[in-house]
């Protein structure tokens, strides 16, 4: 057994940002997580997809219909996660974080600049979706006219966050 002193830790800021979940229909989703559970949407994409937070965060819930509309539920044994997601406290832990994805030989399925959030996508070993990411601070967060959030994706420059942080 390895020791364990010499495993890689996360900074102790570091939790789980938000859940992005794959469902066969916005509308009754959304009926249930905002009016049942009580999340607020801070976005919604048409018919495809909506956003959703408690206390103004850009979003703890994701709800979408990409790949699951008119779909049924996962059979039992079967997994039915989208994605998880691990907010990090800073662009450095960030850098870091992709250090390790690289020295492991993961490959990464995505990396975007979403104008709230820099975050990678890879998958577990399970084939569950990961995102990493790290937010913005929120007052640079880009806002419509209303003051409603207008997140975007772009691509992240990832040599340019690669060099924030030495190779571990």
């Given at each position: ?30 009926a ?42 996962p ?45 990678l ?48």
């Open positions: 057994m390895e020791n364990a002193s010499r495993l890689p830790v996360l900074p102790p800021a570091t939790r789980i940002g938000h859940v992005h979940l794959k469902v066969s229909d916005i509308e009754q989703s959304l249930f997580w905002r009016d049942v559970v009580g999340f607020e949407i801070t976005q919604r994409f048409g018919r495809e997809a909506v956003f959703l937070s408690a206390d103004g965060y850009h979003h703890h819930l994701g709800l979408n219909t990409w790949e699951s509309r008119g779909g049924t539920s059979a039992a044994g079967t997994t039915g996660l989208y994605h998880v997601a691990v907010l990090l406290p800073s662009r450095e832990a960030l850098s870091a974080a992709l250090h390790r994805i690289l020295k492991a030989g993961i490959s990464l399925e995505g990396a975007a600049d979403h104008g709230v959030s820099q975050a996508y890879l998958r577990d070993p399970d084939g569950n979706g990961v995102e990493i990411y790290w937010d913005y601070p929120p007052e640079r967060w880009p806002r419509t006219p209303h003051g409603g959030l207008n997140m975007d994706t772009r691509p992240l420059d990832l040599d340019d966050l690669l060099a924030l942080t030495p190779a571990a």
